[in-house]
């Protein structure tokens, strides 16, 4: 990959450029997708108790595979893994616009969350090690304002595009916005040293957060659609894995 001199001052804004994109998709995409349900109601002809695991698919795969994917980074060079991060979410991006069923919809946002989680937990330590001194202040709070204008813009962005383009145009976006910030990244973003490569990636606290969050969230969303008490019962499972997760790190 192509490597950047660190006295190159202009570069390093470049590169900022390229780190500002990509997190604003991530979280763009938390909630730009609000405002496209009804119309997806209508298009995939089901309910919106249906439609939630649109927006659950994303959620919570990205809040599961965060704390890996910076390991991931630490591991193998945070650039790299930044860059896989995007293709995976422009590709994702672009099956989500394609979809022309609900299974295939909630599978491609799963996939987008795994790219996503990529861009947002691997931004800032790519701030950190591409700006030194005063800069790096100011890098860090240009990023942490597109972090807040990308939660906050995107039921405005999302409303705009699904009355003028339809629903697909919330993830078609992402496509040129990703192949920009790819290129980009690849010329000016520098690597950073793999500090890690011999440590071994906990893939059982991993599983156990993973599928302590999901059964949590399932639990939550199905207590509301049943008349009985079945739907409480992954809630309950929910409470139980962290225990399970610290039980098991004790031996």
Same mark, same amino acid.
């Given at each position: 990959m192509t490597e950047v001199k660190s006295g190159s001052s202009k570069n390093k804004w470049i590169a900022l450029i390229a780190m500002s994109?990509?997190?604003?998709?991530?979280?763009l995409d938390v909630t730009v997708v609000n405002v496209a349900l009804p119309t997806m109601a209508v298009d995939f002809n089901t309910t919106f108790s249906n439609l939630q695991w649109v927006l659950n698919a994303y959620t919570i795969v990205f809040a599961s595979i965060l704390l890996i994917v910076s390991k991931l980074g630490d591991m193998y060079g945070r650039k790299k893994i930044f860059m896989i991060s995007m293709v995976i979410f422009v590709v994702a991006s672009a099956i989500n616009g394609l979809a022309t069923s609900l299974p295939?919809?909630?599978?491609?946002? %799963? !996939?987008? =969350?795994?790219?996503?989680? *990529?861009?947002n937990?691997?931004?800032? %330590? !790519?701030? =950190?090690?591409?700006?030194? *001194?005063?800069s790096r202040g100011t890098g860090m709070g240009i990023l942490g304002?597109?972090? *807040?204008?990308?939660?906050?813009s995107g039921p405005l962005v999302g409303g705009y595009l699904v009355e003028t383009f339809?629903?697909?145009?919330i993830f078609f976006v992402n496509v040129p916005i990703g192949i920009i910030a790819f290129a980009l990244s690849w010329k000016y973003v520098k690597e950073t040293p793999s500090y890690g490569k011999g440590q071994k990636i906990d893939f059982l606290g991993m599983l156990l957060s993973g599928a302590g969050l999901f059964t949590l969230v399932y639990g939550l969303i199905e207590k509301n659609n049943t008349l009985t008490g079945a739907g409480q019962i992954p809630v309950l499972w929910g409470g139980c894995w962290p225990e399970l997760f610290c039980w098991l790190s004790l031996f």
């Open positions: 994109l990509g997190v604003f998709m991530a979280l295939v919809l909630i599978a491609g946002r %799963a !996939l987008q =969350a795994i790219g996503g989680a *990529g861009l937990s691997l931004s800032m %330590a !790519l701030v =950190a090690s591409n700006f030194e *001194g005063k304002s597109v972090i *807040g204008l990308s939660t906050a339809g629903w697909p145009s």
